[in-house]
Every structure is written in structure tokens, then in C-alpha cells.
């Protein structure tokens, strides 16, 4: 059985081999918001049929009653019920299905398309660096996993193990990856033996499984995500210093060059840190819909550790023994769900121009019954659809004539579509065409001379501008406090706080018991209202220093240096 008391069933494949599988039932709050996605689709259906049948009876309630409802639209506020609204736009735009496994979710075309272009992007930046592209296996044997202590203990709880094939017990115990470390690592000690061999430097695209938490969130916290993890092993330290500092700033250019979310670049306290490593480098995001921050992706520097477990030796270049100096990161899924929160609003997702897989659609409407007008409007929506797709713009072509304009324009927000393009019998006579912002809901004439590049700036503008929204919205909700009582009336105002902090795993256990207790002053019946521990987020890399004697805003401690950020966190 898996650990936590997963409990294991007994399949078959094909030819008859046996093999072993993990069941575990959805808890209280995936059934309630599978049930509920269940009922929002046979809605959204209901709504549909509706729409095409008043638009064969050429009936106006029918079509009023599609454009209200828009096949399924949000329903729960963003300010009001953050969960319901996140549980809503993930399933109503057609980002991921529930499955019958507990935190484990299906990630549907338009999330996956998402994930694509942050793997393409992170993947060419990599490759170009010298990185290298590999694949190692899913199963590692329990000696291996608890070769190095401190590494296992960080994992433990999530570890999920394979203890049965069939009916036959294995004679020892097999986890399934919660990260790679220790199923890498011997084979590194195999393929290093000179200083020639040097550097190392790989990459994995692939899953893995952690599996003991509560309350899963679609892409944010599952028990299987996707992600990629780089490895290397190199002969300095100097190089492993530089190498977890160029990945970091390619996390950073992910999230704020493609997904519009602004990052605070940081060292993780000790007792954040990776398990086994000498020190952990972190981009952190804020939501400011919840107030929470998020881990965002990480870079560590491992320093010999590993090397001295699997015994990861060279021969320097004046023919003495060396250890390796080793650097690991990793970049998941999550990056989706965080450009859902920061972006989404009440009427659904709202997504970055560079991620979108549909940039454009345009949406004819016709008038009156002229189908000789009809038919020239939607030839016209054809070409012009064509001319943006040659210029290398995503764009869609709504042309269904069972829908309503309303029911369209309701059904790409949504979904997310950074613009939406209306051409009518107006702009047939005046040669151009409506563009209408996703974001803001800004309109614009634009002729259809010039048209593609019109287009290209305003998706630029988009990009650009959703970014520095959230960076302001971000900015605006960082607080500098030197007392504990600034730092709770910071933190129960929904917001990261910079505070002088002496560093010690100590101080930091007894700020997280002393802030959960504080909260519960705060609590209140509002669903907005948010109370819990805070955690060290990160030690942000650019600040200036303190004057001498700045002490510590919690323990009281002298000589702190530096400050660092605060938050309650996912």
C-alpha cells in the first residue's frame, strides 16, 4: 500500500500481466466540487440547446435567456468567495476535469496549451545555456531514497510507496519520485571520473507524486504535477553559485515575460530551504484576491552534500580527488494557477497574450435577413481571419449561427481570449472592425487597412499592461513593519511584510505559533477574511542594508542585517 493508508486494487492488462494501482476516494470538498462542475455542464448544455432552438424559432427569450446565461458562467465573485471562484474558472473555462482520484486532476487542452508555451520558452533558454534534455526513471528502491538523511526526512510525509505486485509482496519497498535527487545521482557518480567529465548539466520534463496534504487545489497543490527538473554537477562552487542564479532569473522571465506575474527574487531561511542543500534561491508570487503568497519556483544550491552520499568524485586537473559541486531546480504546473489568480476576474479567465492559445476571435453579426448581406459579412469574417493567422496571430472565427452575438461574446471571455474582434453591417460599409480588450474592455475602431499590425500592438499593449497592474497591485501590498504588532496588523490586512529578522529556525518556529494564535483575535464570519500562520517567504536579494543595531522584530535579537518577507502562503 501507498503511505497514508492508500489502499491498493489488483488490475490487469492486456496479456494478462498483474500489476498494482492506487485507489483513494475524492474528499468531502472534491465530490461536492465534481458534483457541482457536473451540474454547471448539464446547464451549460441546457442553455445551449436553448440558444439554437430560439434561433430556428426566431424567438427573442430563448436567445435573451443564452446571452444571460452564457453557457455556464461565473457565478461566485472573486472578492467575496475566492474558492468558489477559483473552483468555478478552472472548470467553466475549460482548464482542467476532476478525476476520481483525490488531488489529482485532468489537465484539459487549453491549461495544457498554457504549460506548452512555458516549456517551450524555458526549454530553448536552457538548451541554450548547454542544458541537455534526459529522462531517468519513476520507481526508486527504499535504500536509495533514505541515502541521505536530512533530504528523506523533508519528503517523508509525501512519499507514496509501491509494496505489491499483484498478489506478490516486492522484496523491497519502491517510491514513487517525489523529486530526483537520489535516483540521478548514482548514475552521476558513474558518468563522472575527470575533471574532463565536467560540467554535468541536465534536464527532465516529466511528473512526479507527493502525496500527504489536505485540501488540494487544481494546479497549485495536487499529488501529481507536472514540472521540469534541471541537475548539474560542476567542479567549483562558483559555478554552482552561477548557475542557480542564471535559472533563477530565467523563473523570473517566465512568470513576468509570459505569464504578466511579477516576481520578488529571494533566498529561502534555513528552515525553508531544500532538505539536503546548502542553500535555496525562490521567485515568490502574491494573490492578491486571497492575500496569500506562493512559491512560484526554486533553484538550490546542493552544494557537496550529495556528492559525499553517492560518492560523486573527479580527478582535478592536478591529478588530485575532487567532489562535484551540485545544483538542482525545478519549475511546475503550478506556474498555471498562479496566472489563473493573479488575472482571472468575475466573468472568468483572463490570460496573458503570449500564453493565449486563441488571441483573437472574431465574431461576425449579421442584421436583418439580407442574406446576400449575410453571406458577404461572413466571407469577409473569413478573410480577415485569415489575414491575422498569416501574420502569426492565434485567432478564431466564431462564425456558428445558432448563437447569439451576447452568447459569444460571454462565451470567449470566459475562456479567456485576449481579443474580440465584431464586424456587423456598419463596418462592412465602413471598412473596419471593433476590437475590444479582454482586460479592460476597451473598444476600438480599427480600419481594415493595416489591420494585423494593429492587432500585434494591441496584444503587446495587453501584455505589458497586465504586468504592470499586477506589479502595482503587488507593490501595494508589501508593508515594511519593525514591531510585532506592525507585522500582524500588516499581515491581517491581507499583505507580505518586510520585517529585520535575526534568521534563526528558532525564532522562526515561534513566529509561526505565535501568529496562528494572534490570528484568532481577527477572525471574523467574512469568507474573505483571512487568518493562519505566517512563514518566512524569502530574503529578498535586492534591499538595502539596515543601520547597525536594528534588532529583531520578534525575539528581540541584536545585530540583524537585512530584512525579510513575511506572508501567509500556499
Not at 483572463?350 to 453579426?365: F, G, K, T
Not at 475590444?436 to 492587432?455: C, F, N, S, Y
Amino acid at each position: 500500500n501507498f503511505s497514508g493508508g492508500v489502499h491498493l486494487l489488483r488490475t490487469s492488462d492486456m496479456s494478462g500481466v498483474e500489476a498494482a494501482v492506487a485507489k483513494m476516494e475524492l474528499s468531502e470538498d472534491e465530490k461536492k466540487a465534481k458534483a457541482k462542475a457536473a451540474a454547471e455542464e448539464k446547464k451549460r448544455k441546457k442553455a445551449e440547446k436553448a440558444a439554437a432552438m430560439a434561433s430556428k424559432k426566431g424567438g427573442k427569450g430563448g436567445q435573451a435567456d443564452a446571452k444571460q446565461d452564457a453557457g455556464g458562467g461565473m457565478t461566485a465573485k472573486k472578492s467575496e468567495d475566492f474558492s468558489e471562484w477559483y473552483s468555478q474558472i478552472v472548470t467553466k473555462a475549460e482548464l482542467i476535469d476532476y478525476y476520481d482520484v483525490s488531488g489529482c486532476y485532468i489537465l484539459r487542452p487549453s491549461a495544457y496549451y498554457i504549460w506548452d508555451q512555458v516549456k517551450d520558452f524555458f526549454d530553448s533558454s536552457i538548451k541554450a545555456m548547454g542544458v541537455r534534455n534526459t529522462y531517468f526513471p519513476l520507481f526508486v528502491s527504499k535504500s536509495v531514497l533514505e541515502a541521505e538523511a536530512d533530504h528523506i526526512e523533508g519528503f517523508a510525509p509525501e512519499v507514496a510507496w509501491v509494496t505489491r505486485s499483484g498478489k506478490s509482496e516486492l522484496s523491497e519497498p519502491l517510491a514513487i519520485r517525489p523529486t530526483s535527487e537520489t535516483i540521478m545521482y548514482p548514475t552521476f557518480a558513474k558518468w563522472i571520473r575527470s575533471h574532463r567529465d565536467l560540467p554535468v548539466r541536465i534536464n527532465q520534463w516529466s511528473n512526479v507524486v507527493r502525496w500527504e496534504f489536505k485540501n488540494p487545489v487544481p494546479f497549485i497543490r495536487s499529488r501529481e504535477f507536472l514540472w521540469q527538473e534541471g541537475h548539474s554537477a560542476f567542479p567549483t562552487n562558483e559555478d554552482a553559485d552561477k548557475e542557480v542564479h542564471t535559472i533563477l532569473d530565467l523563473y523570473r522571465r517566465v512568470y513576468e515575460e509570459l505569464l504578466a506575474v511579477p516576481m520578488v527574487m529571494g533566498c529561502k531561511s534555513e528552515k525553508e530551504k531544500f532538505a539536503g542543500g546548502d542553500y535555496t534561491l525562490t521567485v515568490e508570487g502574491f494573490i492578491p484576491g486571497n492575500g496569500r503568497a506562493i512559491q512560484a519556483a526554486t533553484a538550490h544550491n546542493l552544494g557537496q552534500n550529495f556528492a559525499k552520499i553517492f560518492d560523486i568524485t573527479f580527478e582535478n586537473e592536478e591529478k588530485e580527488k575532487s567532489m562535484v559541486w551540485q545544483t538542482s531546480w525545478g519549475l511546475t504546473t503550478r506556474s498555471v494557477g498562479v496566472m489563473i489568480m493573479v488575472h482571472g476576474d468575475d466573468k472568468g479567465l483572463v490570460c496573458p497574450p503570449r500564453v493565449a492559445e486563441s488571441q483573437v476571435v472574431v465574431v461576425p453579426i449579421p442584421k436583418g435577413k439580407d442574406e446576400e448581406a449575410k453571406t458577404a459579412l461572413f466571407k469577409k469574417s473569413s478573410e480577415l481571419t485569415d489575414t491575422l493567422l498569416k501574420a502569426g496571430i492565434r485567432t478564431t472565427c466564431d462564425d456558428r449561427v445558432n448563437y447569439t452575438p451576447g452568447y459569444k461574446y460571454n462565451y470567449w471571455e470566459l475562456r479567456g481570449v485576449c481579443l474580440r474582434m465584431e464586424i456587423g453591417s456598419r463596418d462592412m460599409e465602413n471598412q473596419n472592425v471593433v476590437l475590444v480588450r479582454r482586460d479592460t474592455r476597451e473598444k476600438m475602431i480599427v480600419p481594415w487597412e493595416g489591420l494585423a499590425e494593429r492587432v500585434q500592438q494591441e496584444l503587446e499593449r495587453m501584455q505589458r499592461d497586465m504586468l504592470e497592474r499586477a506589479r502595482q497591485e503587488r507593490d501595494s501590498r508589501i508593508t515594511k513593519a519593525d514591531t510585532w504588532d506592525g507585522f500582524m496588523t500588516a499581515l491581517n490586512a491581507r499583505n507580505m511584510v518586510l520585517v529585520p529578522w535575526c534568521e534563526q529556525v528558532a525564532c522562526e518556529e515561534a513566529i509561526k505559533k505565535r501568529s496562528a494564535k494572534d490570528s484568532l483575535e481577527f477572525q471574523t464570519e467574512d469568507p474573505a477574511a483571512l487568518t493562519g500562520a505566517a512563514k518566512s517567504l524569502c530574503i529578498p536579494l535586492q534591499q538595502e542594508p539596515l543601520a547597525s543595531g536594528t534588532i529583531c522584530f520578534a525575539c528581540g535579537a541584536q545585530g540583524v542585517l537585512r530584512r525579510t518577507l513575511f506572508g501567509r502562503s500556499y
